[in-house]
């Protein structure tokens, strides 16, 4: 039986369609086309709270006037293994594409090397920006901060983005190791799917206004906050991500940016960070088989599945039979194209 609500779309349809939107809202073609595979990705992936949910949010932060779509980032060379990059207001997508070829070229001369992206807007999931590393054989870590939305450990006020960090490791034989996550117990994209489905949150995710614990997303959404993911351990974690994303990179803190004269502005205007390494220097040239050797023993020893697994096979099934759009959920985004 066919499922009616239901539409499955090839990736590069997706991309298309997506490209021709950024570009009908001022984002230049080069931009736009980057961000299309981004954001197409993440829907084949099944990263859903970074796919094209997240359109309506880019198209009312780009005609708010809060972020130049046909920004042109700035590429330093600043020390042996250091490359920065004023993002001039765009995306930090493109900053990391045009900052791409010299960091790896850094990273080849001395196994490592630092990326400092700074004034650029990050509305996307992560694993994007590391996994492509891990296929070249690098060893990639890359944290961005965004919207303080996130209260500190036994704190009133927020402070932090929700500040994910991303790793990303050749394996052997699979796949790259990669993981993607939050230091908030929840990403604030998943906060927002949940209000919309009518859906109660775990235990422990967030406050209301008057800073109670409440299950409720609508409450979070509305004058709460979230909590960092594990106590204080996750608290620490949101808080280097700060110190690397905006301190070391001169982008602003998640709750230092004001985009109030920008009605609309929904994208965090901060900054990334990336360490790559060349695990060849390691010394040790069975490197991939390591990882593959350590992954395998979590599985042996009874973890369910590794971070990624879920995305590997939804981007299979994706490939196989086309990403799969809800009929609203397609609708909602041409009725968006042609608006
Ligand atoms: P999740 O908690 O859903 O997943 C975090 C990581 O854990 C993923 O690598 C995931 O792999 C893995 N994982 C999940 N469940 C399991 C399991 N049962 N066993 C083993 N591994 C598991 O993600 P978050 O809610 O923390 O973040 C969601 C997204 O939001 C991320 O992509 C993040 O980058 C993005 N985000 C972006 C921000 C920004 O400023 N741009 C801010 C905050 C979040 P898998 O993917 O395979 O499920
Ligand atoms: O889901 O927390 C999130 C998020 C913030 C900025 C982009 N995504």
């Known amino acids: 039986m066919t499922d009616k609500t239901t539409i499955h779309l090839p990736y590069a349809d997706l991309v ?45 932060s780009l005609n708010s006037g809060w972020i130049d779509g046909k920004a042109v980032p700035e590429v330093e060379d600043v020390g042996p293994a250091f490359v920065r990059v004023d993002a001039k207001g765009g995306f ?57 939305c996130v209260v500190p450990h036994g704190g009133r006020k927020a402070v932090f983005g929700t ?34 489905a009518g859906h109660e949150l775990k235990p422990g995710m967030g406050v209301d206004r008057e800073g109670q614990p409440t299950n409720d997303p609508k409450e ?32 602003y803190f998640s709750g230092e940016f004001d985009w109030s004269g920008h009605k609309g502005a929904q994208t965090p205007f901060t900054g990334q960070f990336f360490i790559v390494i060349d695990p060849a220097r390691g010394g040790n040239d069975v490197f991939a088989e390591r ?23 939804t981007r299979a099934k994706s490939e196989k039979d086309g990403i799969p759009l809800s009929i609203d959920g397609y609708d909602t985004l041409r009725a968006l194209a042609l608006s």
């Open 220 to 251: 979070i959404l509305d004058g709460g906050a979230l909590l960092p993911f594990g106590g204080h351990k996750g608290n620490s974690i949101a808080l280097m991500v700060e110190i690397l994303s905006a301190a070391l990179t001169g982008g």
């Open 92 to 148: 930090a997508q493109p900053a990391l594409f045009a900052a791409r070829p010299r960091l790896i070229e850094k990273v080849k001369e001395n196994g490592v090397a630092v990326l400092a992206i700074r004034r650029s807007h990050h509305f996307s999931a992560l694993w994007p920006d590391v996994e492509p590393f891990a296929e070249e054989g690098l060893v990639a870590l890359s944290v961005v901060n965004s919207m303080a």
């Open 16 to 60: 298309a369609l997506l490209q021709s939107m950024f570009e009908k809202n001022g984002v230049s073609e080069h931009n736009a086309k980057i961000l299309a595979e981004n954001c197409a990705g993440c829907e084949r992936d099944g990263s859903l709270s970074h796919g094209i949910f997240r359109m309506a949010g880019y198209i009312s």
């Open 163 to 196: 500040n994910p960090v991303a790793f990303a490791s050749p394996r052997a034989g699979a796949a790259p190791f990669v993981f993607d996550q939050a230091s908030s117990a929840i990403a604030h994209g998943d906060v927002q799917i949940a209000a919309r």
């Open 291 to 313: 990882v593959a050797g350590i992954c395998d023993l979590v599985l042996e020893a009874g973890q369910e599945r590794l971070p990624g697994d879920r995305r590997h096979v």
